[in-house]
């Protein structure tokens, strides 16, 4: 059943006959910026990693999905599933149907609970009368096969002193075996929080504990809290979410939007920070959740939301983050991402040199601490992106590639200070580049356009450099 479609609000279960086809022909002709190992949508709009759930077996991750073009407009859960993050196939979806989702279903995170998947979810309704927004949260319950079983509404309307705005559910279990749910919300002064819900089992009604305080967050300006997620690592509680609206600063919170991550102690419902920072210090990353098996692995969205790329032209936009095992050191989140890769290389460079298939290869670059200049990529127009440490900063240009406007009204560089720079990790794929700095210290997740490029690395200084093959993925 459909019960809403009308303009972008479109689900899949209204598609013309092969409307969708001729959508994945004009992604096709996309022959510069496609990545390879990236978990990518077939067509339009990726946003979001939802779901993400190890099943004892697999993994599952779903994504935020409006398939018909590079927009936002009706979401749906794309649904994959995989053992070992390099081949995929798909389970059901998350198709907007039922009027608790009428237009669409945004984000949530999923528990296994009795054996299934149980998704917690966002519904995006918008009332028939007046266009009014009333978020619904609900939940789809999988079997471990990936098949939907069933869906329901469990709250139908923001609770008293806050907004439309109350989104992005994020279950877990406690240890007493009661599940409880941090949402994103707006209080109705305008201002960013996130809700802790708690219910008894899946039947019942779920109640409101509190707000989640996160002490000492500069929350000034902060007029929405996305994609809560929390969780414990190393003896210490995280949050991790993306506060939209903080200032711009010097070094940090340089994207329009941010994800950030508070770590400490939870007392009660407040969070005693340790540390606070940003989890990515590229120019596209957003809206990360994690996955539990013995480890903590994070998934982050390549991209911000109102942003355009130059991509959208092929009717595609964006992609998800390699999966990154999180570890706690020196009282700091540290990302180190989870891909094989082929027998590694080692070259000895000065000047320029061509590298065969540069463009979806993995490089490690041995700094010690020295200035760096390298420019990665060229082609006839002279784009290419720079990546240079000097004095304590490292930064990553991308001026001289293609950008969108609003990709160039946020700045064409993004710094990240350092105490000292001694290994860089990059992992290139064709129009994105994950750059893990002394072992996952820091991270820049960037995406770059240059078409028709010439896989050539230039550096003015010798640079010892380790390099090998990402096996792409595979969708079966
Ligand atoms: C974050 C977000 C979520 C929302 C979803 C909709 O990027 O805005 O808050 O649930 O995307 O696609």
Known sequence: MHIFNQGKYKSLHAQAAGELAAVRDVVLQDKDFRPTYHLAAPTGLLNDPNGLIFDGEHYHIFYQWFPYDAMHGMKHWKHYITRDFRTFHEGDMLIPDERFESHGCYSGGAILW?????????????????????????????????????????????????????????????????????????????????????????????????????????????????????????????????????????????????????????????????????????????????IENSDRILVGWVGLPDLQYPTDRYKWHSMLTLPRKLSLQNGKIYQQPLVEMGERETLHLAGEQPIADLDTCYLQISVENRPLVLDFFRNSQGQTLRLRYDDGVLSLDRTATEQTEIMAKFGSVRQCKLARLDKLELFFDRSVVEIFVNDGEKVLTSRFFIAERENVLISENTVEIEIAKVRAITYK
């Open 114 to 290: 009795q054996d299934n998947i149980v998704a917690f979810y966002t519904g995006n309704v918008r009332r028939a009368s007046d266009n009014q927004r009333v978020p619904h949260q609900n939940m789809a319950i999988f079997d471990k096969s990936g098949k939907l079983l069933e869906k329901r509404c469990i709250i139908s309307e923001p609770p008293a002193g806050y907004t439309e705005h109350v989104r992005d559910p994020k279950p877990f279990i406690t240890p007493e075996g009661k599940i409880r749910f941090v949402v994103g919300a707006q209080r109705n002064d305008l201002t960013g929080t996130a809700l802790l819900y708690e219910m008894d089992d899946l039947n019942s009604t779920p109640r409101l504990l509190s707000e989640l305080a996160v002490e000492a967050f500069d929350n000034q300006n902060v007029f929405m809290w996305e994609c809560p997620d929390l969780f414990q690592l190393g003896g210490k509680e995280v949050f991790v979410w993306s506060p939209q609206g903080k200032n711009r600063e010097a070094y940090q919170y340089q994207n329009n939007f941010h994800a950030v991550y508070a770590l400490g102690k939870l007392v009660g419902s407040s969070l005693q920070t340790d540390q606070i920072d940003e989890l990515d210090y590229g120019f596209d990353f957003y809206a990360p959740q994690t």
